[in-house]
């Protein structure tokens, strides 16, 4: 089955408005105009690729989309109430200016983690196992903004029904290119945040 994937502005139509990645039509009302939106920055970040031993720390930046699978683990410590409902829920990546991408778009979409990882020594060898769960895929073009939304509502939400079993998120590309797209794993010069997840709950 394919991946359901994120809107854009461009292919929604006269009919309907992209609001937070959804085509919602004319006149309706968006659920998450009512939401109270949570904002986490990660308390881990790791970004692993074939062939690459483990490292002290994240790198500045993670190119997504090149041969080897480069991979981005990201672990948040959160804590909502249960009687919460998560409207919608997203890792928020912010692209690295200046730097070179592939012509063609990137799809990007997360997985869950199943297993402990450490951010100071995970490597390719020692990479978590990733359990797909069937999350949006989000197209990333050239000429994108700088801010990437990648859908990952159902990852969230089984948070709130486990704990023991839940170890993050994971972020990478369905298929590779030449140059790939960089993304900024702790804020740099070139951008300013590193990621985050963003919640919209009531």
Request: glycine letters at 10%; a neutral charge; hydrophobic letters at 45%.
């Amino acid at each position: 089955m394919p991946r359901p994937e994120m809107c854009s502005q461009s292919e929604c139509g006269s009919q309907a408005s992209c609001v937070a990645g959804r085509c919602v039509g004319r006149g309706a009302v968006v659920a998450i105009s009512t939401a109270r939106r949570l904002v986490f920055e990660p308390v881990d970040v790791a970004c692993v690729r074939c062939g690459a031993s483990g490292g002290v720390g994240p790198p500045a930046m993670a190119r997504l989309g090149l041969p080897g699978g480069p991979i981005v683990l990201l672990r948040f410590a959160i804590d909502l109430p249960p009687e919460a409902t998560v409207i919608e829920a997203y890792v928020d990546l912010e692209r690295v200016g200046g730097s070179d991408a592939d012509s063609g778009p990137i799809a990007l979409h997360a997985s869950r983690i199943a297993a402990p990882w450490d951010e100071r020594s995970v490597a390719w060898a020692t990479l978590p196992r990733l359990d797909e769960v069937g999350a949006p895929v989000t197209r990333v073009r050239a000429a994108s903004g700088p801010r990437v939304r990648i859908d990952v509502r159902d990852i969230v939400e089984r948070w709130r029904r486990r704990d023991r079993d839940e170890f993050g998120i994971a972020v990478l590309a369905d298929g590779a290119g030449a140059t790939g797209m960089a993304f900024a794993l702790r804020p740099i010069p070139s951008a300013a945040r590193p990621p985050e997840l963003e919640l919209y709950v009531k």
